[in-house]
C-alpha cells in the first residue's frame, strides 16, 4: 500500500530529548512518495496575511487594544485558575475525583516549565488568538503520556496524505524539545483543540479574526489623541493672510512657524506680522464623538470574544445579582472553551472508559457568602445533600450524626398524593397492662389486700 500512513509505519522511529516518544519522518524520505504533491496545505498565511482585507496589522499590535487584551487574560485567568480534576464513574452512576499514577502526574505538572495553570492558560490564550492550541506528547517507555508542551502556532503545520491520513510538521522548539528543525508528527501523538472551524475542519479561526478590524481603528483612534496632547494639546491649523503672499514667503513663514511653535515649543507666543491669522482645522473630540467611537469599537471586540462589556470595564447591569453576571459570562465566554478541553483531554491521554477529565468549576462560580449559605441550607432542608455535604461546602468539619439525609414524616410518595390514596397512618397499640410483682416482691400488707380481692371475686371468706 502506496500510502503515507503505511510508509510513517515502516520507518523507524526516533526517541527526541528526555525520552520523548515522537513517530518523526526523516525528511529526506518524503522523496521516495507519490509525486504531485503529497503535502497539503491547510493553514492561513502567516501574518500579515492572517487577517481579512489585506491591511497589514500583527496579532501582538492587536492585543496592545485594552478591549482586546482584557478579553483575552479574562478568558485565560478564569480558565487557567479551574483545578483538572481525574474523575471516575462509580457503580451508581456518580462520579467521583479520584488519583491515578498514569493521569494524574501530567494533569497536576504538564511540562517541565509550566504549571496546571499557566498550562491551560497558554493553552488558552494561542487558542484565542490563532484559533488554534496544539499540545504535542511526551511518553515514557510504557508508552504513557508524561508531559504535554503547548507548541507555537507559527511553527505548526497541519498536513493531509493522500489516503487521509492527517500529520503535523513541527519546526524546531528547543522549549519543547525538538531539536531537529522539521519533525512530521502523527496526529495521535498531538493534541489539537481549534476554535470554529469556519473554512476547514482543520483550520480553526479565532475571534482575533473578526476583533482586527474594530481593534485597529481604536488603536488609531488613541494615537491620534497620543499626538494631540503631545503637542501640548493644541490643534493643527493654518495660518491667513489678508492678502496674496509668494510661495517663497509662505515657505519662509511655514518653517519658521515649525521650528519655534510646535512640538516641543508648542504653546509659546507667536509673533507675526502682516496681518497673520492662526486658525483651527482640526475637529474637536465633541464633534468627532471620540468617546463614542472608543466604547463602540471596545463593545464590538466583547462582542467577538462573547465576554459581557461589563467584564472589560463597562458599566454594571442594574438590578442583577454577582452569581446571575458570572452565570451569564460563564454561558457565553467560557462553557464552550472548556467543554472542548476536556474532550480534547479526554482523548488525548486515551483515558479509558468510565474516566474523564473535568475542569472544577466551584472557583469560577464562588457565589457571595449570604448566597451560598442560603443555597446550602435549602440543598440540607430539601434532602439533597447531608448536613457534613453541606459544611464541607464552607470548609467546615464533619459532625458526628451528619453523613444521613433527613426528611420529614409526613411526606408521602407522590403517587398517593396524586390520587387522593393517602392512608393514615395506624394507631399505636395500647400498651400491654403491667405484669403484677412476683411474690417475693410483695410486702405483707399488699398480699393481704390480693387476698381479700380474689376472695371478693370468688365470694368466698378469705382464709
Not at 28 to 53: E, K, M
Request: proline share 8%; glycine share 8%; aromatic share 8%.
Amino acid at each position: 500500500m502506496n500510502t503515507f500512513g503505511a510508509y510513517l509505519r515502516e520507518q523507524e522511529i526516533e526517541r527526541a530529548a528526555r525520552s520523548k516518544a515522537l513517530a518523526t519522518v526523516r525528511p529526506g524520505g518524503l522523496v521516495s512518495l507519490n509525486s504531485g504533491g503529497v503535502w497539503i496545505d491547510i493553514t492561513p498565511a502567516q501574518p500579515p496575511g492572517y487577517f481579512q482585507l489585506d491591511i497589514n496589522v500583527r496579532p501582538e499590535t492587536v492585543l496592545s487594544y485594552p478591549a482586546v487584551y482584557a478579553c483575552v487574560t479574562q478568558i485565560a485567568n478564569d480558565i487557567g485558575k479551574l483545578r483538572t480534576r481525574l474523575m471516575q464513574q462509580g457503580e451508581n452512576g456518580i462520579w467521583d475525583e479520584i488519583q491515578s499514577a498514569a493521569y494524574s502526574p501530567v494533569l497536576r505538572k504538564p511540562n517541565h516549565y509550566q504549571n496546571q495553570i499557566q498550562f491551560k492558560q497558554w493553552w488558552t490564550i494561542s487558542k484565542l488568538i490563532w484559533g488554534n492550541a496544539y499540545a504535542l506528547k511526551v511518553r515514557d517507555g510504557r508508552g504513557v503520556v508524561v508531559g504535554l508542551y503547548i507548541l507555537d502556532p507559527a511553527l505548526v503545520m497541519p498536513m493531509i496524505s493522500p489516503d487521509g491520513s492527517i500529520f503535523y510538521q513541527l519546526s524546531k522548539d528547543n522549549l519543547s524539545g525538538l531539536q531537529e528543525a522539521t519533525v512530521y508528527v502523527p496526529a495521535y501523538e498531538m493534541i489539537h483543540d481549534r476554535m470554529n472551524c469556519l473554512f476547514h475542519p482543520l483550520v480553526g479561526v479565532g475571534p482575533m479574526f473578526a476583533a482586527m478590524l474594530p481593534a485597529s481603528s481604536g488603536l488609531e483612534i488613541l494615537r491620534d489623541s497620543q499626538r494631540f496632547f503631545k503637542q501640548g494639546a493644541k490643534p493643527s491649523g493654518l495660518l491667513a493672510a489678508p492678502g496674496q503672499i509668494s510661495d517663497e514667503t509662505a515657505r519662509r513663514l511655514k518653517d519658521h512657524w515649525d521650528n519655534n511653535y510646535t512640538g516641543p515649543s508648542a504653546g509659546k507666543v507667536a509673533v507675526v506680522g502682516d496681518g497673520l491669522k492662526y486658525e483651527p482645522i482640526r475637529m474637536t473630540a465633541v464633534d468627532s464623538q471620540t468617546k463614542e467611537q472608543l466604547g463602540m469599537t471596545a463593545e464590538m471586540v466583547a462582542q467577538v470574544f462573547r465576554v459581557p462589556p461589563f467584564k472589560v470595564g463597562g458599566p454594571l447591569p442594574a438590578g442583577q445579582k454577582v452569581g446571575d453576571l458570572n452565570q451569564i459570562y460563564f454561558s457565553d465566554a467560557l462553557h464552550s472553551l472548556i467543554e472542548e478541553m476536556e474532550a480534547c483531554l479526554d482523548d488525548g491521554l486515551s483515558l479509558p472508559v468510565g474516566y474523564r477529565t473535568e475542569l472544577e468549576l466551584s472557583n469560577l462560580l464562588r457565589m457571595d457568602p449570604a448566597t451560598q449559605a442560603d443555597v446550602t441550607v435549602k440543598l440540607v432542608g430539601g434532602s439533597v445533600m447531608t448536613p457534613n455535604e453541606g459544611r464541607r461546602a464552607h470548609n467546615l468539619p464533619p459532625l458526628e450524626g451528619g453523613d444521613t439525609v433527613y426528611m420529614q414524616q409526613q411526606d408521602f410518595p407522590l403517587d398517593q398524593v396524586r390520587l387522593n390514596k393517602i392512608t393514615p397512618p395506624a394507631p399505636p397499640a395500647p400498651a400491654p397492662a403491667p405484669e403484677p410483682p412476683a411474690d417475693d416482691e410483695l410486702t405483707d400488707e399488699e398480699r393481704r389486700e390480693l387476698a381479700d380481692y380474689i376472695a371478693k371475686e370468688l365470694e368466698c371468706e378469705p382464709t
